[in-house]
């Protein structure tokens, strides 16, 4: 009985992290891209403003 209740756990972790694995996996691509907009996004507005303050002043 032990044994199998082990084994249960063991697959039952096994079977946690695998889908853990693969929705980092699936997520980390979006991630890496919403960072990557929201940071030239950034870049963007703030080269704009330093234009816009350069016309200004």
């Known amino acids: 009985m032990v044994y199998l209740q ?11 992290s695998v889908i853990l694995f ?3 996996m699936f997520l980390l691509p ?3 891209w919403i960072i ?4 030239l ?6 080269f704009v403003t330093m234009i ?3 016309i200004l002043s």
């Open 6 to 16: 082990l084994l249960f756990t063991f697959i039952a972790l096994a079977a946690i």
């Open 22 to 24: 693969a929705v980092l």
């Open 30 to 32: 979006i991630l890496m």
């Open 36 to 39: 990557f907009i929201c940071v």
């Open 41 to 46: 996004i950034g870049l963007t507005v703030s």
């Open 52 to 54: 816009c303050q350069e």
